[in-house]
């Protein structure tokens, strides 16, 4: 698969690399900045493959860098290897905390050892941090006091490839506990007039396991998702904060919670869709049982994550009303709304109205939140702290604009549309804790540790937040 | 400055040491009195300077026997330093690789098994021969392990042996013990040992038997599956993709045990365990509503909401997926509107999917879609905007109603008014959906009286596909243009500067109207296409008009010719032919499933891999005699249908009769024989642009455009 794996600057130019195979000539990434300015010269359009010479520059970008692998073989899976680049970055990232340009040159130690870790011969082998951190750590060049001892502690740990290789044995918490946190991130397309053309919710369940041992993990939810069309319908609503389940009850607790949430009126199920596990779940158990078994790794990880494409109403809606006065001034008039059930709040909304590159002194009027002008993203920036459900603020803002136009096309009359002035949507960010749109809900979460028999406590959490494309179309 | 108590640590660390320290200039002399220096700190201190030399770029190799005197270190990080220097720098001081030999060989038999791994690793990377020849027991031994981590990199170690010395490795014998790797009571093991044996297999295919190995240990596979990690579960799932099954229940099976891990969280596995059950599919009887089909849809759209890059693989692999099952998907259009945070490649393959999956029997999806790709066309990157004036034409063509054809008309017109920089996409989506409705006179009138208001075509349209769908419609619909004569005379004073497509349209629309135009226009185009042009068509097909108009009864032979109807254009979307689209299936995930390139890899990777090639050329022969088959059948097709149009067209019949025969016949000759490298090079491509050529038929097709702008078609188009 690859034959190297480079990491560039945002020019192209290599950091540090490692050369995995002997069959590319170490000149090859040199070619990979020109090969990219080249592409630049001509369009916006750089596909993330470029081919040159019988080689092939697969990269992504993370930051300031280009993470760039080179290929000989066209029969290579180009799924795995981005897959592997973006893996690659999330491994450093953990060591690191942050992935950029400075932090490569200044790590290259630890980085050539992970390098050497991940992959071999080209082929992607331990991308897994919580085993990698056991024998790979970044302490380990302060000087030991006996040789013997280094030598012990810097083993790869048996588990590295058992079938569990992701959790190390013998790992002990003094408070056996389990959080789980379900985020829900809404992606949405609306029309200025309110038609929703898209919405998904794409949920996150997220675990951070401190348990002892080997504990194997049961997971209860209501995978026929129950979604409600009205988010109003206050009945519907996961328990806030935290559920504790007992261990040996949750059978009990099963129908009582399916029929309370039955007596709610109409109601369509919607079944999950494309349901995503971290490697720890036994898949072969959930595709034939449904059920959620799983050997947890120690500490934060992803547990699993759905899909959910069903028409929503959108949570924080933004009536926006654009006035062009070409040659003088731009008018800008919103009316936010959350359309929330009232006892729930939203918190840190963000709107971002887009207004003319060559748009100037501004001057805003609001009742609520902070607003101001961003130049860099030629837009202005609405931020309101707190949100109640049902309420409706207003803001409205004036800009100048440039009175001599730069294309001078006198007999043209037809104004362009808004879509061509403000180069881009309304995006909308926000929070609202305690709630789930889809309706999931955890039943139980059982825990059963078979040597050391402790009593844990599962807490879960709520959360509903706006995805990276929530956004309403101008025009 | 750092805060105070970092300071003060700093200010004791730095006075209780004594270990000299090395500046990070990076001086040749300061770092080889470090490596030697009699104080452990300060040697670790120097290679890790020389390393960070090393990264920088600088050819820091004249260190190497001070380095390698390090080597013997029991800090497994400064033991990986050195191994990394090693293996950079072995072949420029090879007879002192010698040196390093006794560690790598004590290292290996370390009780550390991190420390094994890392000999055996290194060893077989250093590419000199006699570091290889040492290599045997280390390896054997490394090989049968206790330790399964061990056994997973040795079995790596036995393809980087074979990729360094092919003779070697056979002659040790290892092979045997990496086929034995396979039957191992590891999961690990068995994936490496499997991708081992894939690149083998890919540098020899005499080597090993892959076929008969797959095929015998397809059970373990299954079982080994289930447990090993996600990388690992790529290799198996590609290795199982590589076989056949037995029979319908055998792929059932496999169907069954794979299904589960299209819910993995790696994107990657996901597409291995799509491209299994394709792969599978057509042994097994389903319908399709069926269970797999829609795991295969939902699947499918998961891919969606993955990074950029995965996303790119993902949509260009749908493409060749919906092509072999339509019926995949078509209720998913939504998922793939264009985000406004995607990437340009991944909305312009985006456009692509939505206008072919897009169900033409469905009105309201229809609409919705035609919205959609109106508000697209009114973005700001031109890329996206152009493609979207295309995709709105395909979309109009593909579902085929005349009011709905007239809609997108009315679209793209209004659009036309809007700006300038995209004249030309419009101009060629305009003509297309003319083309399409050819007995529509209204449509005709109302595209031409908006061209008619342009006073200088020339400048506007900049491409020459553009100018030659201009200059066809003049021809086409000359009463709808208020001044003809001065719209083509500006195209005729520039002649020389036009590119080929503009001047064969412009020669035959001036050939069509020479009646009615005035004056010397005829004359002087005749002449140009004769004199001042590079582009041997061009002056060939200039050559057969003029040989035409001065026959005797030329008035009849010319109307004749030009007014053969051109056929109707009923799809502009592109397809592969099935053989193509079969090798494609199997390539899922691959890049040359980026590129819809199949089996074009052998050729090209054979430049990169070392001295180990010897058994490919034979195999190469075969698939180059292939092609050459194949190019001579897609020959015939393409002269049948010539036939055919002889048949059916009596202007050609015509030429048939007169000397022009030859001339034809040359051309082909000529097209031919041209071809047969560009096929060689890279023929499945060439059988799409030939096929594309059967879709849109006939010699006359050159005056419009072949809406494929794939690079070959257009070059045959030249051609002809």
């Known amino acids: ?475 | 400055m750092p805060p105070l108590d970092k300071r003060i640590k700093k200010f004791l660390k730095d006075s209780i040491r004594i270990a000299p320290k090395i500046s990070s200039k990076g001086e040749l002399g300061e770092l080889r009195t470090g490596l030697v220096s009699q104080y452990p700190q300060t040697r670790k201190d120097a290679i890790k300077k020389t390393i960070q030399q090393m990264t920088l770029g600088k050819d820091v190799s004249s260190l190497f026997p001070d380095v390698l005197k390090n080597i013997a270190t029991i800090d497994v990080e400064q033991k990986k330093l050195v191994y990394l220097y090693v293996m950079n720098y072995a072949e420029t001081h090879p007879e002192l690789c010698i040196l390093a030999v006794n560690t790598f060989i004590t290292d290996a038999q370390d009780p550390n098994p991190l420390i094994r791994c890392l000999a055996i690793r290194t060893m077989s990377m250093i590419r000199v021969e006699k570091i290889l020849e040492y290599i045997e027991t280390p390896l054997r031994r490394t090989l049968h392990d206790d330790n399964a981590y061990v056994r997973k990199t040795a079995v790596i170690c036995v393809a980087k042996l074979f990729q360094l010395n092919k003779e070697l490795c056979v002659e040790l014998g290892v092979l045997e013990d990496l086929v034995n790797a396979l039957d191992d009571s590891n999961p690990l093991v068995i994936a490496n040992a499997t991708a081992a044996l894939i690149e083998i297999h890919n540098m020899d295919m005499n080597a090993v038997k892959l076929s008969s190995l797959i095929q015998s240990h397809v059970s373990q596979f299954l079982l080994a599956l289930n447990e090993c990690t996600e990388w690992a579960r790529i290799t198996i799932l590609s290795t199982l993709s590589e076989y056949s099954a037995k029979d319908s229940l055998e792929a059932q099976d496999i169907i069954d045990r794979v299904t589960a891990h299209l819910q993995h969280v790696n994107p990657a596995v996901v597409l291995a365990t799509i491209k299994v059950i394709v792969r599978n599919l057509p042994q097994i009887e389903y319908s399709s509503n069926s269970m797999i089909m829609k795991r295969l849809s939902s699947a499918l759209v998961s891919l969606m909401s993955t990074p950029p890059e995965m996303q790119y693989v993902a949509l260009k692999n749908i493409r060749i997926i919906l092509e072999k099952y339509p019926e995949l998907l078509t209720k998913e259009l939504r998922i793939f509107y264009i985000k406004f945070t995607d990437p340009l490649y991944v909305k312009l393959e985006k456009i692509d999917i939505l206008v072919r999956l897009v169900d033409p029997s469905n009105l309201k999806q229809c609409t919705l879609l035609l919205t959609e790709l109106k508000e697209y066309a009114m973005e700001y990157e031109p890329e996206f905007v152009s493609r979207a004036i295309q995709a709105l034409s395909q979309l109009g063509i593909k579902y085929a109603q005349e009011s709905f054809v007239s809609k997108v008309l009315d679209i793209l017109l209004e659009l036309l008014e809007r700006q300038d920089t995209i004249k030309d996409d419009c101009c060629i989506s305009l003509c297309d959906l003319l083309r399409h409705c050819p007995e529509n006179n209204e449509m005709a009138k109302q595209v031409c009286a908006v061209f008619n208001t342009w006073s200088n075509p020339e400048v506007l349209l900049q491409s020459d596909i553009a100018k030659c769908n201009f200059v066809w419609l003049l021809g086409q619909h000359p009463n709808d243009f208020s001044n003809l004569e001065p719209k083509i005379n500006i195209f005729i004073e520039n002649f020389v500067q036009e590119e080929a497509l503009t001047q064969v349209s412009l020669l035959m629309t001036v050939v069509r109207l020479h009646s009615t135009l005035t004056g010397s226009a005829l004359q002087s185009v005749l002449e140009l296409a004769t004199q001042q042009t590079h582009e041997l068509d061009v002056r060939d097909m200039a050559m057969m008009y003029w040989r035409c108009l001065s026959m005797p009864n030329s008035e009849k032979l010319i109307n004749d010719l030009c007014q053969s109807k051109l056929p109707m254009i009923s799809n502009t979307l592109d397809k592969f032919s099935p053989e193509v689209l079969e090798k494609l299936l199997m390539e899922l995930g691959t890049i040359s499933s980026i590129y819809f390139k199949p089996n074009a890899d052998r050729r090209k990777g054979e430049k990169y891999v070392q001295n180990i090639v010897k058994g490919k050329h034979m195999e190469e022969l075969e698939s180059m005699a292939k092609d050459e088959i194949a190019n001579k059948a897609n020959d015939d097709v393409l002269l049948d249908f010539d036939d055919r149009n002889d048949a059916t067209n009596t202007s050609t019949g015509m030429l048939n009769t007169s000397s022009t025969l030859g001339d034809l016949d040359d051309l082909f000759d000529f097209g031919s024989s041209e071809d047969t490298p560009q096929i060689n090079k890279d023929g499945s491509k060439t059988v799409q642009g030939l096929n594309s050529l059967n879709l849109n038929d006939n010699l006359n097709t050159m005056s419009t455009n072949n809406k494929n702008n794939n690079g070959v078609s257009q070059d045959l188009l030249d051609l002809f």
């Open chain 1, 1 to 475: 698969m690859a034959s190297a794996v480079y990491f560039c600057d945002h020019n192209g130019k290599p950091l540090l690399s490692r050369r995995y195979r002997d069959d590319i000539p170490l000149s090859a990434i040199d070619k990979f900045p020109i090969l990219l300015s080249d592409l630049e010269e001509q369009s916006n359009l750089i596909p993330p493959c470029l081919n040159h010479n019988g080689l092939e520059y697969l990269f992504i970008q993370h930051n300031d860098l280009y993470v760039v692998a080179i290929v000989t073989s066209l029969s290579a899976n180009a799924a795995a290897i981005f897959t592997f680049l973006h893996k690659l970055v999330e491994v450093l990232s953990d060591y690191l905390k942050t992935v950029e340009e400075e932090s490569i040159r200044d790590n290259f130690v630890i980085i050539y050892e992970l390098l050497d870790e991940v992959m071999d011969y080209g082929i992607p082998q331990i991308t897994e941090t919580k085993m990698l951190k056991q024998y790979i750590t970044q302490k380990s060049f302060k000087l030991v006091k006996s040789a013997k001892k280094k030598r012990n502690a810097t083993r790869p740990p048996v588990a590295l490839t058992n079938s569990v290789s992701w959790r190390p044995e013998g790992i002990t918490h003094k408070k056996n506990e389990a959080f789980l946190d379900i985020v829900e991130s809404i992606n949405m397309l609306m029309t200025q007039k309110g038609q929703v053309l898209r919405s998904e919710i794409i949920g996150d369940v997220k675990v951070n396991s401190k348990l002892s041992g080997m504990p194997d993990l049961k997971l209860g939810i209501n995978d026929k998702g129950i979604f409600s069309k009205y988010l109003d319908d206050d009945t519907n609503i996961p328990s806030a904060s935290a559920t504790t389940s007992d261990n040996n009850t949750e059978t009990d607790k099963k129908p009582s919670i399916t029929s309370s949430s039955a007596t709610n009126k109409k109601k369509v199920n919607i079944e999950l869709e494309d349901l995503k596990f971290h490697q720890c779940v036994r898949l072969s158990k959930f595709e034939n049982e449904k059920i959620i078994t799983f050997i947890p790794p120690d500490g934060k990880f992803d547990l699993m994550n759905y899909r959910l494409s069903t028409t929503i109403k959108p949570l924080i809606w933004c009536d926006v009303n654009v006035q062009v006065h070409s040659n003088s001034r731009i008018e800008i008039h919103c009316k936010a709304k959350a359309q929330i059930k009232r006892k729930s709040t939203a918190t840190n909304v963000e709107i971002l109205i887009p207004v003319p590159d060559d748009a100037d002194t501004p001057t805003f009027k609001y009742s609520h939140g902070s607003l101001k002008y961003v130049p860099e993203k030629s837009a202005i920036l609405w931020k309101i702290r707190s949100f109640p459900g049902g309420k409706e603020y207003s803001m409205s803002a004036e800009l100048g604009l440039p009175s001599i136009s730069n294309n001078e096309d006198g007999n043209r009359t037809i104004p362009k549309s808004n879509a061509e002035i403000l180069k881009g949507p309304v995006q909308i960010k926000f929070q609202i804790p305690y709630f789930t749109t889809s309706g999931i809900q955890v039943r139980y979460l059982k825990i059963n540790e078979p040597k050391l028999q402790y009593k844990s406590y599962p807490w879960v959490r709520y959360i509903t937040q706006s995805g990276d494309d929530y956004t309403i179309r101008l025009t």
